[in-house]
C-alpha cells in the first residue's frame, strides 16, 4: 500500500463514521423498537421473541443522504410457540395486533410481502413475523425461522432464514475482540423477550467498507432505486471477503476485487448463498430480473474508480475530499474532513504530528522512524 493509498485510507474511516447514525438517532430507533415489541407482546396469546435484524443489529446503518431520507430499524415478531400456525394467521395475528394501538395504526404502511412496516419521522421499522422452522426453537442451537412470504397471487410460498445465526456469522467473520456486544433480553412479561439491539464498542473496517459501499450505492441509484444491489448481497460477499486489514482504503480494495468470487453462476442462473442456510439464496431476484445483475456489477466498477481511484489522481486534501463528496454525499464528507483537520492541528500545536519514515504517512504519535513535520499537506502536496 503507498502512502497516498494510506492517508485516503485515514479520510475514508472518518468519512464512515460520519455515515453512522448519531446516538440520540440510535436512541430513538432503539426506544420504538422496544415499545413495539411490549405492545405486540402483552397483547398475544403466544410466546413472544422480538430480534433486532438488519443494518442496525450488524453495526453497518447508513444516515440518510437527507432529511428527506430515512434509516431503518427492522426487528424479528417471533411466536415461538406457534409453528403450527399457517402464514397468513401468523401475518395477521402480529398486523392486527399492531392496528390496535392508534398511535401504530396511523404509522402502518401497505401490507408487504413479508412485514409490516410502520413510518416514523425519520426511520422505518420493518416487522417480520415467524415462526421456528423446526418444532422447538433454541437459542444458538436451532434458530431457523419461517417467513410469512406472500406471493403476488396472494398465496403464501414456504420460506425461511436465519437471522440469528446469520448476525453470529457476521460477528465471528469480524473479529470478536473489537466489540461489546451487550446480552440479551431487555424485558421480559407474558413470555415476551425482546433481546437489545448490538452496541458496538469500536467498528472494524467491514463495518465501515459496507457503510461507505451502501452509500455510494444510496446515490448511485437515487433515482433508479429499483436495480440498487440489495443491502444483504453487499454485506454477505463483503464480509466474505474480508481478511481483518486495519486500513479502510486496503480492507474496500480486497472486498470489491474478491466479491465476484462469492458469486456462482450456471447456465445463466446466479446464486449468493445466505452462509448459514444455503437453501436461502440472496441472488433470487437477479435470475427473475436480470438486469439487477448487470447493474450489481456496473456498481461495483463504479465504487471501484469512484472511491478507490479518481481520489488518488488529487494532490491536496480539499480536492480530495471534493472528489469524494460527489460519490459519497457532501454533508459526511465534509464533517469528516473537519475532524480530520481539527485532529491534525492539535497534535501539530503539542508537536506530537510525525511523518512515517518508512510509510510516509502522517500520524500524532511519535515513533524512532519518524520525522516531526511542521505543516499538514495530506498527499504531499
Not at 246 to 259: A, E, F
Request: aromatic content about 8%.
Amino acid at each position: 500500500m503507498t502512502d497516498r493509498q494510506q492517508a485516503l485510507g485515514v479520510l475514508l474511516d472518518k468519512i464512515a463514521d460520519e455515515l453512522n447514525i448519531t446516538d440520540t438517532m440510535m436512541k430513538r430507533a432503539v426506544s420504538s423498537y422496544e415499545d413495539v415489541g411490549k405492545w405486540i407482546g402483552e397483547g398475544i396469546d403466544f410466546e413472544v421473541c422480538i430480534k433486532p435484524q438488519g443494518s442496525m443489529n450488524l453495526g453497518t446503518v447508513v444516515r440518510p443522504i437527507d432529511d428527506s431520507d430515512d434509516y431503518d430499524m427492522d426487528l424479528i415478531c417471533l411466536l415461538k410457540d406457534g409453528y403450527r400456525l399457517n402464514s397468513e394467521d401468523i401475518k395477521n395475528i402480529v398486523g392486527n395486533r399492531l392496528k390496535e394501538n392508534d398511535i401504530y395504526r396511523e404509522k402502518l404502511e401497505k401490507e408487504g410481502r413479508r412485514c409490516w412496516t410502520m413510518q416514523y419521522n425519520e426511520f422505518h421499522m420493518d416487522i417480520l413475523p415467524s415462526v421456528p422452522k423446526e418444532k422447538v426453537y433454541l437459542p444458538t442451537v436451532s434458530t431457523a425461522i419461517r417467513l410469512t412470504h406472500k406471493s403476488d397471487n396472494g398465496e403464501y410460498a414456504p420460506k425461511y432464514s436465519d437471522p440469528e445465526a446469520y448476525h453470529n456469522w457476521f460477528v465471528e467473520r469480524m473479529n470478536l475482540h473489537h466489540y461489546l456486544l451487550e446480552k440479551n433480553s431487555a424485558y421480559a412479561k407474558k413470555d415476551t423477550e425482546i433481546d437489545k439491539v448490538p452496541t458496538y464498542k469500536r467498528r472494524t473496517t467491514l463495518q465501515k467498507a459496507i457503510q461507505l459501499l451502501k452509500r455510494h450505492r444510496d446515490i448511485m441509484f437515487k433515482d433508479d432505486n429499483d436495480y440498487a444491489p440489495i443491502s444483504i448481497i453487499i454485506t454477505t460477499l463483503a464480509a466474505l471477503s474480508y481478511d481483518g486489514d486495519n486500513n479502510v482504503y486496503t480492507t474496500l480494495s480486497k472486498i470489491i476485487q474478491s466479491m465476484p468470487a462469492h458469486i456462482k453462476e450456471y447456465d445463466g442462473k446466479y446464486t449468493i448463498s445466505n452462509p448459514v442456510m444455503v437453501e436461502e439464496n440472496f441472488a433470487d431476484k437477479w435470475n427473475e430480473v436480470p438486469e439487477k445483475a448487470t447493474a450489481f456489477y456496473t456498481w461495483l466498477s463504479s465504487a471501484q474508480k469512484d472511491i478507490l481511484e479518481e481520489p488518488l489522481k488529487f494532490v491536496g486534501i480539499n480536492d480530495v475530499a471534493n472528489n469524494l463528496a460527489s460519490c459519497l454525499g457532501e454533508a459526511p464528507v465534509k464533517r469528516a474532513l473537519n475532524n480530520y483537520g481539527k485532529e491534525m492541528k492539535t497534535s501539530r500545536d503539542k508537536g506530537e504530528l510525525y511523518v512515517n519514515g518508512l510509510t510516509g504517512g502522517l500520524g500524532a504519535a511519535d515513533m524512532t522512524s519518524s520525522t516531526l513535520v511542521k505543516g499538514h499537506t495530506f498527499f504531499g502536496k
